[in-house]
């Protein structure tokens, strides 16, 4: 087989497809996670330098050591972006100066972009999107003076559990309802959104 077909190949056999890369990560352990995406990197790194085996591709020797320079460092940077759907520098394999370093990378860069969705859609979840969208195009100063911004304060902050007209005994840590980290701190944004999702539980 032709260098030139070798080299597709194993970039091809190594990357799968961008779409489905995240998904196969997200049903696996850490270790499998760093396993499949050192798999992916030293096959790309194969293909550039021209090897016959990604095996030849050491994961904690240097990219500098084995004949990386600044024109295979951009092909590789090209061949990683393409198989993953990620925009990287071109100075990614001296940011990142070996395969390990670069997996590390590339497994925080793609668990975080497919954990932001879900995030968000977790938050909207239930609230109604046009209230939503109103309350945090207000910018924060009128919230305050309008005298929203408090009243969104005292819908975020959970009640006080009920007790009985005698109970007059301190309550308990566990008994002590859990506050924000600072309500103070937060944002507009965020205010609303936990302040929407007070009102909308049920009683």
Known sequence: MPATRRRRAAARDASGTAENLTARLAALTAPEQDQLLLDLVRAQVAAVLGHSSPASVEPTRAFKDIGFDSLTAVDLRNRIGSATALTLPATLVFDHPTPEDLVRLLRD???????????????DAGI???VRDLLTAIPTTRLRESGVLDMLRRLADPPAAATGPDDTRPATPAEQPRQPE???????????QLALKRVQRPA
Do not use: E, F, H, K
């Open 182 to 192: 600072s309500l103070d701190a937060m944002g507009a944004d965020s205010l609303v």
């Open 109 to 123: 860069r793609l668990l975080a972009d497919t954990a932001a969705p879900l995030a968000a859609d977790s938050a």
């Open 128 to 130: 109604d999107p046009q």
